[in-house]
Nanobody
Framework: AQALVESGGGSVQTGGSLKLSCVASGASSNVNSMGWFRQAPGKDREGVACIDTSGKTNYADSVKGRFTVSLDNAKNTVTLQMNSLKPEDTAMYYC????????????????????WGQGTQVTVSS
């Protein structure tokens, strides 16, 4: 992929839902893994979820059972459905992609992803 464009961020109350989308453009045929990361003010970036083209997924413990990542290979789009949102989910969310394909589930380390989007803000109020 040469570019990633995120959409779907916004503001919700605790317990609400949001769906983030990320479209990969350019040489999307060499994308094998896509992921979502987030960074809150004053905190380090953390991996949220990732998925590869075979459908294997990986989630951070903090979002398991609440977030679902999915990949539409035909549309070169990865989505993140976020339910039961909490104030601690407030952050800038970034989409990332890479050509690497993993035997096991994709890793949640940002260093494994080469292409990044500009980010979309998610704010959860109590």
């Amino acid at each position: 992929a040469q570019a990633l464009v995120e959409s779907g961020g916004g503001s919700v109350q605790t317990g609400g839902s949001l769906k983030l989308s990320c479209v990969a453009s350019g040489a999307s045929s060499n994308v094998n893994s896509m992921g979502w990361f987030r960074q809150a003010p004053g905190k380090d970036r953390e991996g949220v979820a990732c998925i590869d083209t075979s459908g294997k997924t990986n989630y951070a413990d903090s979002v398991k059972g609440r977030f679902t990542v999915s990949l539409d290979n035909a549309k070169n789009t990865v989505t993140l459905q976020m339910n039961s949102l909490k104030p601690e989910d407030t952050a800038m969310y970034y989409c990332a992609a890479d050509r690497l394909k993993w035997a096991a589930a994709c890793p949640l380390g940002g260093g494994f992803f080469a292409v990044w989007g500009q980010g979309t803000q998610v704010t959860v109020s109590s």
